[in-house]
């Protein structure tokens, strides 16, 4: 089992960054994926970043390269996502997501272990 546990949303004018994080606990293995997801009102929720843990880099949703960058810190178990010049669509609620193995996708039928979300809202 796996607990992930997301935490630093907030609101920001258009333009501004914020950092979200997620605490990843229980039965890690070596090589695994994580992925950042987002959910507005009334819309599908979509991937926005994954990555490979044990051998990869980062892969993004069109909407968001060049603005955001997913990254671990090992020693913390701590998945990020630095997002940068924030738009009003960027405004979700924000979940971190585990898959076991080593096929990373922006699928959301791929991830089976959920955090709770976090909210981040940009005012234009």
């Known amino acids: 089992q796996v607990q992930l546990v997301e935490s630093g949303g907030g609101s920001v004018q258009a333009g501004g960054s914020l950092r979200v994080s997620c605490a990843v606990f229980?039965?890690?293995?070596?090589?695994?994926?994580l992925a950042w997801f987002r959910q507005a009102p009334g819309k599908e929720r979509e991937g926005v970043a994954t990555?490979?843990?044990?051998?990869?880099?980062?892969n993004y949703a069109d909407s968001v390269k060049g603005r955001f960058t997913i990254s671990l810190d090992n020693a913390r178990n701590t998945l990020y996502l630095q997002m940068n010049s924030l738009k009003p669509e960027d405004t979700a609620t924000y979940y971190c997501?585990?898959?076991?193995?080593?096929?990373?996708?922006?699928?959301?039928?791929?991830?089976?272990?959920w955090g709770q979300g976090t909210q981040v809202t940009v005012s234009s």
């Open positions: 990555i490979l843990i044990g051998g990869g880099s980062g």
């Open positions: 997501a585990f898959a076991y193995g080593g096929s990373c996708s922006l699928s959301r039928a791929a991830y089976g272990f």
């Open positions: 229980g039965n890690i293995p070596s090589t695994y994926c």
